[in-house]
């Protein structure tokens, strides 16, 4: 089995500048089906991107500079990207949902803003100036959809992302896809057009002109298995997602009421070597409704559960683990029905304005740590488990109905 590990040292550096793809070495889609209706079939993650100024001194961006991505075969061969330039957002794009690592962009959300607050009460706001020690995430799409019978890679800028408004990526970027497999994939920052220069007057040191890079992440595009194409494999793992009722009837228009929805994910080891999972806030929900946008998803917390043990368990050669994380179904007022998924880690998932129809769901397995400290509550101290398998996996989708009670 190949083991994938998040390198904390492995991006590039230049002049106290660092760029680097916050999200596990391992990103695996299932491809699409390829429908010959007017439907849409397509698969989307939310990765992102931390552009990290080091230095003694806040750096202005260069307003012609964006991040460019860049697509390696596995023989190393570049394929040719293509822009569309002034694309204007379409629904599906406007419907992405926000992805794992919530608490840390969170966090570090936060700690950069008290520090901008901190040293700069009077400046006037700049949203090309990064202060020295400030990390700025990027949050960026990546679109796996079929055009015109061919399939294609789409990699465009997310709106819900905080920083949408640097407009670091307005472009849509597109890279035609010869066929499922391995593929490396990074992003560059720099000019995607030479001929274009700047006209802003600059106060402050700007980035360098040397171009920074993100360090290659490892994407696999595979085709779905299973009954009813319903799971993927990679490595000898298999993902699949669980839901044995698929008719679901809705709970009644009172408060209290709720009906709870059997939603999980069942892995598989099919290696011959014993393998520890997470399901420590790694599992994450993706909703699509009949008309094939995505539903909007937002993280709550309102308390804090510790790692344990169990949170980790151990697969031996070919057994496999399932995990049901709780999952309701309820009424709220203004006649919406939610649909609320714990995270694991005291937080939940929710899905709101939900409604008599059909749906699709699917599950994402994010891990990006090797290790984890886990609280014994017999000894009351602290453990640390490692071992952990660490990657991005998305599990086809599934479709269920609504019904009326």
């Not at 990103?27 to 390829?34: F, K, R, T």
């Not at 408004?165 to 994939?185: A, E, H, M, T, V």
Request: glycine share 6%.
């Amino acid at each position: 089995m190949t083991s994938f590990e998040s390198n904390e040292s492995n991006f590039f550096e230049i002049d106290g500048m660092h760029l680097r793809i916050w999200e596990p070495n391992l990103i695996v889609l299932p491809i699409p089906e390829n429908r010959s209706d007017s439907s849409i079939s397509v698969e989307i993650v939310e990765i992102k991107v931390y552009l990290i100024n080091n230095t003694p001194n806040p750096c202005h961006l260069n307003p012609n500079q964006t991040l460019i991505p860049e697509l390696l075969t596995s023989d190393g061969q570049v394929l040719q990207g293509q822009i569309t330039l002034d694309e204007a957002v379409d629904e599906l794009q406007r419907n992405i949902p926000p992805q794992a690592a919530f608490g840390i962009w969170l966090t570090q959300l936060v700690s950069n803003l008290a520090q901008s607050l901190k040293r700069s009460e009077t400046r006037v706001f700049d949203p090309r100036l990064i202060d020295s020690g400030l990390h700025i995430p990027l949050t960026l799409a990546l679109r796996l959809i079929w055009q015109n019978n061919h399939l294609q890679l789409q990699v465009i800028n997310s709106p819900n992302s905080s920083s949408k408004i640097f407009r670091f990526l307005d472009k849509s970027w597109f890279f035609n896809i010869p066929q499922p497999g391995s593929y490396q994939l990074r992003f560059i920052w720099g000019n995607y057009s030479e001929s274009e220069s700047s006209s802003d007057p600059l106060t402050e040191e700007t980035v360098s002109t040397v171009q920074l890079a993100t360090q290659f992440v490892n994407l696999r595009l595979v085709e779905p298995v299973g009954s009813h194409n319903s799971a993927i494999g990679i490595d000898g793992i298999r993902f699949e997602t669980l839901m044995p009722e698929r008719v679901l009837t809705l709970p009644e228009k009172k408060r209290g009421i709720k009906t709870r929805m059997q939603l999980g994910i069942r892995i598989t080891n099919n290696t011959p070597t014993a393998v520890r999972f997470s399901f420590f806030a790694t599992i994450i929900s993706r909703l699509v409704g009949a008309d094939g946008q995505l539903h909007l998803q937002e993280y709550y917390r309102r308390g804090t559960k510790r790692p344990l043990d169990s949170d980790f368990p151990l697969v031996m050669p070919g057994e496999n683990v399932t995990f049901f994380p709780y999952s309701l179904l309820y009424w709220r007022k203004r006649d919406q029905f939610v649909l609320k998924i714990e995270a694991g880690d005291g937080g939940y998932w929710s899905f709101d304005a939900l409604k008599i129809d059909i749906y699709k769901i699917q599950l994402v397995y994010n891990n990006i740590y090797v290790t984890k400290e886990i609280y014994n509550r017999e000894s009351m101290n602290t453990n640390l488990i490692e071992g952990l398998w660490v990657g991005m996996v998305s599990t086809p989708f599934i479709e269920f109905c609504l019904v009326q009670p």
